[in-house]
């Protein structure tokens, strides 16, 4: 026992505090963990499983039209924005309260306001001063906002939640996660929605096959995709808000969201009271272990920008619970991990891009398929799923699987746990596809793609 109030104290109740703080306890910890917001963190209440119930509630309008293709007459269907939002903040009440009951039944103190570190050992609960032998930072990101004119008009993916009623027009500000996502959803519930994005294509970082197929597919349901292009001033006028482009255009929107990027949630934390160093993104600094420059203070999840992802910072605090009380040192291990986009259609990934496995692999195999699904040879619709893996050509094995088409994520994620075990291409080969399936086809491309180039040259 040390003559210190915890042994451990958690500031930031999401998802990679609750776990190492409720883990932590279940090694026989005193543990406290203090939230000034909710229980939950941002993926439970303005992430994750709200956007996932918004793109459920989105998807609704092409299902009712691709019902006509099955036999299904649905006439008279109707669309409440106050209805979604409504039965949305039922359910986020709802999981909010199981973060509390969860942590309560492990014996872990909860305390609701904001915790600021005063030094190595002491913080500032809410103006109760509070002592810990160890101090977790779980403290998550935040949306970043651009200093322009005219900013404060612009909402985040925090307000996009809470907005009382939906625009007609939106414009959507951002390439990413959020970015894409959000495009999809206004326009699946919709909205006529621009997606403005500063680079050269969508998705920066993922592989360039799967960026251009999402593109394509974007556009084709009616998102107003622009790239190359950004704002540099929004104005309030009568009739909403004018955008001005960087193409010198202006957009006449009832609403603009950023969705480009976010950084670490430290401000005003007390970090300059202690040895902790932040990295050039403002993110907090740690080794394998998630130990920052201070000896007994770590920090887990996004506030770390290794890997921002929930599953992640999940492992990253069951990873220090072992560390710190278990006798067990584990070091959060972050290859390989399988992360999708929900965006329409959908993205899903887990390894190697083909640029990245070029530079790891040298010579590699490649193997692509586009198709219309089987569903949409009924329904009319245009669109078309693409796969793609990316194979060592030494060893043959599949450094990476890359997916874009409806449940994308629930096929990669069984596909994952192959990669994960670096299972080979013949491997893929021997295993039997489920029939008629989407996901039948990673195990039966069997013809390497060939550059058009090439073939032209033969």
């Keep these: 026992m040390t003559n210190y109030d915890y042994d451990l104290f958690v500031i930031g109740a999401g998802s990679g505090g609750v776990r190492a703080s409720r883990m932590s306890a279940s090694y ?20 994750c499983v709200p956007k996932k119930l918004m793109v459920h509630a989105s998807h609704f309008a092409e299902d009712f039209e691709d019902a006509e293709g099955f036999g299904w007459s649905v006439e008279g269907a109707t669309f409440s924005w106050p209805g979604l939002i409504a039965a949305k903040d039922k359910e986020i009440d709802r999981l909010e309260g199981i973060y509390g009951t969860i942590l309560g039944n492990a014996g872990v103190e ?75 959803v206004f326009n699946g519930l919709g909205a006529e929605t621009t997606l403005l994005y500063r680079g050269e294509q969508i998705l920066r970082n993922f592989d360039d096959d799967v960026r251009n197929h999402l593109a394509e597919e974007i556009v084709k349901k009616g998102v107003d995709l622009r790239v190359e292009t950004n704002v540099t001033n929004i104005e309030k006028t009568d009739s909403g808000l004018a955008l001005s482009l960087t193409d010198g255009s202006i957009l ?44 007994n203070i770590y920090a887990i999840g996004d506030v770390t920008n290794r890997v921002e992802l929930t599953p992640v910072a999940l492992m990253e605090g069951m990873a220090l619970a072992r560390t710190l009380y278990a006798n067990e040192p584990t070091s959060p291990d972050h290859k390989n991990v399988a992360h999708a986009v929900f965006s329409q259609p959908s993205v899903s990934v887990v390894g190697m891009t083909e640029a990245e496995a070029r530079a790891h692999c040298g010579e590699i195999d490649l193997y692509k398929s586009a198709f219309k699904p089987l569903k949409h040879t009924l329904s009319g619709r245009d669109e078309r799923s693409f796969m793609k893996l990316i194979v060592d050509q030494k060893t043959q094995q599949v450094m990476g699987v890359h997916m874009v088409g409806a449940d994308a994520a629930e096929i990669i994620q069984g596909i994952a746990i192959a990669v ?39």
Excluded at 159 to 184: D, T
Excluded at 276 to 289: I, L, S, T
């Design 420 to 458: 994960k075990m670096g299972a080979t291409k013949q491997q893929f080969d021997a295993t039997l596809g489920i029939h008629p399936t989407s996901a039948e086809e990673f195990v039966t491309m069997r013809d390497k793609w060939v550059p058009p180039v090439d073939i032209a040259a033969e």
């Design 110 to 184: 909860t305390y609701r306001g904001r915790a600021t570190i005063v030094d190595a050992h002491t913080l500032d609960v809410a103006g109760e001063k509070i002592t810990a032998e160890t101090i977790l930072i779980a403290t998550g990101g935040r949306p970043t906002l651009p200093d322009i004119p005219g900013i404060e008009h612009a909402i985040t993916s925090n307000e996009v939640f809470h907005l009382p009623e939906m625009p007609k027009r939106i414009a959507i500000v951002g390439g990413g996660y959020i970015a894409v996502e959000f495009a999809g």
């Design 28 to 47: 026989g910890a005193r543990v406290g963990i203090a939230e000034e917001y909710r229980f939950g963190g941002t993926c439970v209440i303005r992430g």
């Design 252 to 295: 006449e929107v009832d609403a603009v969201m950023f969705g480009t990027g976010r950084h670490a949630n430290v401000d005003g934390l007390g970090l300059e009271n202690v040895t902790v160093e932040r990295n050039v993104w403002g993110g907090v600094v740690v080794d394998e272990y998630s130990k920052t420059t201070a000896d």
